[in-house]
């Protein structure tokens, strides 16, 4: 993501969505009442900045990033029962196999997890498949 992105945001306020306005100039508005607009307005700066940046899914890609995640976890499974066999404790290298092993499953499942919600919130469309209603 390009910072500049972001810069843009603070060096002026841009306008904000038609309700929310309508919202916050009526005089009298609850924390509860913006909030809930919030999420609303959040969609909707939103939806564009993940077209520019994801576009649309192809759902065998989250197949294939749902086995990269049980490639990963299985290794580190293997490695595991690996190192407990052996006699010798586990050295510097083969711990840090491990931990990687762990962290590359681990972000790949943050990823997946990061899509399907976004996919869920209607930020992003999975080519091919019908929306939810």
Known sequence: ?????????RAGRRPVAPALEALL???YVTASQFLRH?????????RPV?????????PRELVDIARQISHY???HIGV???MAQSRNPPSRQELDELKDLRDRA?????ALEAIKQAVGADLLSLKGLARDR
């Open 1 to 9: 993501m390009d910072d500049e992105d972001i810069r843009d945001t």
């Open 25 to 27: 100039d009526s005089g």
């Open 38 to 46: 919030m999420d609303s307005v959040l969609a909707d700066e939103a």
């Open 50 to 58: 993940y077209r520019r940046y994801v576009g649309e899914i192809d």
């Open 73 to 75: 976890r299985a290794k």
């Open 80 to 82: 595991a029962l690996a």
């Open 106 to 110: 681990e972000e790949l499942e943050r």
